[in-house]
């Protein structure tokens, strides 16, 4: 996608464990964990006995047997336990996400609000490229975006989707393509190319 400006696009790095951290918790959307979201020799066994996972809903510790999945019914439920999960916890968490990059970001969102600082937190986002985009014109926010246009569903604008990035609304900006040429409308561009 070339838009002539200078990206803002999120970096992701692998997760590996923090050493110094007292416990992990690890949060993702997806029924299994993508090996790609680790670190090169490092998988999931690699992390300290204290390891919690949380995979489409909350992933708890077995009493023996090391760590136990939890699954949700939906994200937004997984992100209220996170919710509920984070207040009550103390100094030396580290949070893991991994999913897809609206989830990563929403649970980064509840993580910030729990008060976590953005040090305390690994983000890593997989799958294919889904964007939330938001309306610069309206403020509609459109999820489920994967190409460089959509048509905005609050005001019907045709929108190109910038590759700027806001981590506070957690979305793409997307502005007119034909605000500048009326009725110009460029290619439209699959976002994962």
Known sequence: MSTGTA?????????????????????????DIAEAAFAPGIGLADFPERWDVVAHALVLPEPFGGPGVQHFRSASHLLALLRHRLAAETMGLRLYVTGSEPFVWDAARVAIEAGMGREEMRLFA????????????????????????????GCGVVL??????????????????????????????????
Not at 7 to 31: C, F, G, I, K
Not at 165 to 182: I, K, T
Request: charged residues 20%.
């Open 7 to 31: 990206s803002n696009r999120p970096r992701y790095a692998p997760l590996a464990p923090d050493p110094r951290a007292r416990a992990h918790l690890l949060v993702t959307d997806h029924q």
């Open 126 to 153: 997989t799958g294919k490229p889904v964007r939330r985009v938001s309306c610069v014109h309206c403020r509609t926010i459109n999820p489920g975006v994967t190409t460089t246009l959509v048509t905005c569903a």
């Open 160 to 193: 190109t989707v910038r590759d700027h990035f806001s981590r506070v609304h957690n979305a793409w900006m997307g502005v007119q393509c034909d605000a500048e040429v009326p009725g110009e409308v460029p290619a439209i561009e699959d976002l994962s190319a």
